[in-house]
């Protein structure tokens, strides 16, 4: 995570937001589990950062074999908060390489967005079945 060297402001500011953000709906079914779409998270949390002197700016770079989302939360005074999601590249069926890309790329802003936000827009289906468990603890010797 980066910072502008200053974070008085912002951190008001984002304490604030926190405070004033009401619980997304999680509205879009993905495999398995629902989740709050990119569209409902910015519709939701772009007015009050705005009105608390933020704005959001998300950006696109490349990484090897995939690419990075830069999320960065602005404050009037000039301080900043920002993080980098790295991601690789997806491969989908019945699309080509830039329609998986921009999938990939909506994905990352949403998970970015999130994240630095402190909000949760995902079920959290990971401790509610076994596989999963048993299917982490047989690939966590890879890490």
């Known amino acids: 995570m980066k910072t502008s060297?200053?974070?008085?402001?912002?951190?008001?500011a984002l304490i604030q937001v926190q405070i004033e953000l009401p619980t997304i709906k999680k509205n879009c079914q993905g495999y398995g589990y629902k989740y709050a779409s990119l569209d409902d998270i910015l519709n939701t949390s772009k007015p009050i950062l705005n009105k608390n002197g933020c704005c959001i700016i998300q950006g696109?770079?490349?990484?090897?074999?995939?690419?990075?989302?830069?999320?960065?939360?602005?404050?009037?005074?000039?301080?900043?908060?920002?993080?980098t999601?790295?991601?690789?590249?997806?491969?989908?069926?019945?699309v080509n390489n830039t329609q998986a890309m921009g999938a990939s790329i909506t994905y990352g802003k949403r998970y970015g967005l999130s994240a630095i936000l402190?909000?949760?827009?995902?079920?959290d289906i990971d401790?509610?079945?076994?596989?999963?468990?048993?299917?982490?603890a047989n690939?966590?010797?890879?890490f």
Do not use: C, F, W
Not at 118 to 123: L, M, V
């Open 5 to 12: 060297e200053q974070l008085i402001n912002i951190s008001k």
């Open 60 to 83: 696109v770079g490349y990484i090897q074999n995939g690419i990075s989302i830069t999320t960065r939360i602005l404050h009037l005074s000039g301080e900043y908060i920002e993080d």
């Open 85 to 94: 999601l790295g991601l690789p590249l997806t491969e989908m069926k019945g």
């Open 118 to 123: 402190g909000i949760s827009t995902d079920e």
């Open 127 to 136: 401790a509610s079945t076994q596989n999963n468990t048993k299917q982490y």
């Open 139 to 142: 690939n966590s010797k890879a």
